[in-house]
């Protein structure tokens, strides 16, 4: 992600910390390791584009066919340019039917691109909850990713941090905490 903000010409000494979605998904499935006394990670099926392994690659673990998986990571549609949330129907009943958490990676439902709307994996979690799957949606606008960073800044008062984003939904309401 710091990468993608210098590309922006926003540079890192811009910023004391960056906190993404996948870093906030790493740590939540690390952490679920732990409290499992698990020394390995989960067998997780991924659902998402290749774009996001650096996030996948985070959260440890090995990626097998759904029927195998302990759980699913949601990071988005495998094509968000072309896929429509119908052409996930049948995994997503699958997947309840085998009772497989979800990890939502990336709760928006919708972003803007250009002028085209992109579904986003909060669509694909809401409609796996729909069909009687459990969700553990991890980033925005959910306290859990803005504590982790409040947290690690302690001395730093709530009044003098910042949150930037681009989505009523999911970022500006989530920063009220």
Do not use: W
């Not at 290749?50 to 985070?58: E, F, G, N, V």
């Amino acid at each position: 992600m710091s990468r993608h903000l210098e590309n922006l010409s926003i540079s890192t000494r811009l910023y004391d910390h960056l906190q993404t979605s996948g870093d906030a998904t790493a740590r939540n499935i690390q952490a679920r390791s732990k409290e499992l006394n698990s020394s390995t990670y989960p067998l997780f099926f991924h659902v998402g584009p290749d774009r996001t392994q650096a996030t996948l690659t985070a959260c440890g673990g090995t990626a097998v066919p759904l029927e195998e998986a302990e759980l699913i990571i949601c990071t988005g549609l495998f094509n968000d340019e072309k896929d429509q949330l119908a052409d996930y129907e049948n995994l997503l009943l699958e997947a309840a039917k085998h009772e497989q958490l979800m990890i939502c990676a990336n709760p928006d439902r919708v972003v803007k691109r250009g002028d085209k709307t992109i579904i986003c994996a909060g669509s694909l979690a809401l409609r796996y909850e729909e069909l009687g799957g459990k969700v553990s949606y991890i980033g925005k606008p959910y306290p859990d990713v803005f504590h982790q960073v409040i947290n690690r800044f302690p001395t730093i008062p709530n009044s003098r941090t910042v949150m930037i984003g681009d989505s009523l939904h999911t970022d500006i309401e989530g920063a009220k905490i």
